[in-house]
């Protein structure tokens, strides 16, 4: 990595850590992912995280979030493989 893309890296992270900072203020627990995809000599995507407040609780949100988004995916990929049919019609009709 050349020294201006350490330098963006590091204004970067001061950027993630400011936002954190100023909602961490108001929120017991944050948590704040970014990515950004970058030329194809770093390795394509980068991603960057940080965090405040009690490890415990942001892992147990974090986890309650994958599983509910699973969950929906799961569900969207029903829907689109067994689309909803009609009733079948009742005997005598």
């Known amino acids: 990595m050349s020294t201006d893309e350490q330098q963006r890296w590091m204004e970067d992270m001061k950027r993630v850590q400011a936002t954190v900072d100023a909602l961490g203020e108001h929120f017991d627990t944050v948590k704040v992912f970014v990515s950004r995809h970058m030329p194809a000599e770093l390795g394509?995507?980068?991603r960057m995280e940080g965090q405040s407040g009690n490890n415990y609780a942001i892992y147990g949100q974090t986890k309650e979030f994958v599983l509910k988004?699973?969950?929906?995916?799961?569900?969207?990929a029903r829907v689109i493989v067994m689309?909803?049919?009609?009733?079948?019609?009742?005997?005598g009709e």
């Not at 988004?69 to 969207?76: A, K, L, V």
């Not at 689309?83 to 005997?91: F, G, L, N, T």
């Open 83 to 91: 689309p909803m049919q009609p009733p079948p019609a009742a005997p």
């Open 69 to 76: 988004m699973e969950e929906r995916i799961r569900m969207d």
């Open 44 to 46: 394509g995507t980068i």
